[in-house]
């Protein structure tokens, strides 16, 4: 992280145009969020300055800055607004702010709840036709709904099947009741979610309008 210098100098307009009112509240977001983790975020589009500018005596007391820089070991920061008027009119806002610094935000994965919300969908009991069977299919979008194919028995009543996605890197798919398309296990709903409940077996008139999806 480099040490800031006196003053940093940036610009909104290069993300939001000329908005008039709106660019200055812009600015104004921009400045907040600077002063409260003590850093100067980058000029956007730039790279190089405009050789014309004249910057004289400001290299060692200003900064236009191409990335971020951040102050350290500091708590509080000034952080000014400058916005002038197509009338001429020119308004300052200035900043001051406690600085919160950088933290690093660990992503808490969502436990698990393992409820009974599977088949059948809802609670109940399943008539004998309905467990009644040899094998369990898959048909899905990769071969356009058409020729179910049979899944693996993995043991330990678990049935897996190895799909690969096509180029949209994302497919659909039902369970049929030994291949039999009038019944089919389903989520009751498109894109599916894998914890979500089975409902069925029954004929559904749309396949991909009740599927689940891997993506």
Same mark, same amino acid.
Request: aromatic share 6%.
């Given at each position: ?13 290069? #993300? ?10 812009? $600015? =104004? !977001? ?5 002063? *409260?983790? +003590? ?10 300055? #405009? ?10 007391? $200003? =900064? !236009? ?5 951040? *102050?350290? +070991? ?142």
């Amino acid at each position: 992280v480099k040490q800031m210098p006196e003053l940093v100098l940036g610009s909104v307009k290069s #993300n939001v145009a000329h908005a008039k009112e709106a660019a200055g509240a812009v $600015a =104004l !977001i921009k400045a907040l969020l600077n002063s *409260q983790l +003590g850093s100067a975020s980058p000029n956007c589009h730039l790279r190089v300055l #405009n050789p014309h500018l004249d910057t004289r005596g400001l290299e060692d007391l $200003a =900064l !236009i800055n191409s990335e971020p820089i951040g *102050q350290v +070991g500091v708590g509080c920061s000034f952080t000014s607004v400058v916005s002038h008027g197509y009338g001429g009119s020119n308004s300052q806002a200035l900043v001051w702010n406690t600085t919160s610094g950088f933290q690093k935000v660990e992503a808490q994965a969502t436990p698990l709840q393992r409820e009974v919300v599977f088949w059948p969908g809802g609670g109940g009991e399943l008539e004998d036709e309905a467990t009644d069977c040899q094998a369990y299919h898959i048909v899905g979008s990769w071969t356009k709904w058409e020729d179910p194919e049979e899944m693996e028995d993995e043991g330990d009543g678990t049935f897996g099947f190895t799909v690969t996605l096509g180029e949209n890197n994302f497919e659909q798919f039902q369970i049929l009741l030994d291949g039999d398309s009038q019944r089919v296990l389903h989520p009751g709903q498109s894109w599916g979610a894998k914890n979500g409940p089975v409902l069925g077996p029954n004929d559904t008139p749309t396949a991909g309008a009740s599927a689940w999806a891997i993506d």
